[in-house]
């Protein structure tokens, strides 16, 4: 995946790059919590909110509770980046992130990943990103084709955001100059 200007410094490119691969690492890292399965209180809280029971640890006061309102806020907190990927359809989103994902993997030979053999291994990246499944594997073209409308939209996104949020720091600049 060619990703225009993802290295240049202070350029769209480097900042949508950015972006994507926050969201991806946010996406991945919520799943690997060490403490997600097993013994330990995290997966304690963990199985309590899937099941609905209220787990004691020992701790006195409301410190359960406490405990079970920290996990819940990690469990949907989703670092505000989220809306930033709301115009794109499901699937453009999944191809999106597999192909951000994917990127930098290599082949047992040390040859870098190509379109055919992620669109093959789909359902694998969207198990991992916990996307969902993609209901049918995909040609190359299709997906190289939901990636490219993918990041055009979402470099759209992110430069809308932009523009309003100078013209927003513009307008409490105007607002303070006033009242001086």
């Not at 920290?70 to 453009?92: P, T, Y």
């Not at 969207?126 to 409308?149: C, D, I, W, Y």
């Amino acid at each position: 995946m060619r990703w225009t200007n993802k290295d240049k410094p202070n350029t769209l490119g480097a900042l949508s790059w950015l972006i994507a691969n926050e969201y991806v690492n946010y996406l991945l890292s919520s799943t690997q919590d060490a403490g997600w399965k097993g013994v330990g209180n995290t997966g304690s809280i963990c199985d309590s909110l899937r099941s609905g029971t209220v787990p004691t640890f020992g701790g006195g006061g409301d410190s359960n509770a406490a405990m079970i309102r920290q996990i819940e806020a990690l469990r949907v907190r989703d670092k505000g980046l989220a809306w930033l990927f709301a115009d794109l359809s499901r699937m453009q989103k999944l191809c999106l992130l597999t192909a951000v994902l994917a990127n930098g993997h290599k082949t047992i030979r040390g040859v870098p990943l190509c379109n055919a053999r992620i669109a093959a291994t789909l359902p694998t990246y969207a198990a991992q990103l916990r996307l969902g499944p993609a209901h049918s594997t995909m040609s190359e073209k299709t997906f190289a084709n939901h990636v490219a409308e993918g990041r055009k939209r979402f470099m759209a996104r992110i430069s809308a955001e932009l523009v309003a949020m100078i013209n927003k720091k513009e307008e409490e600049q105007e607002t303070l100059a006033e009242a001086i």
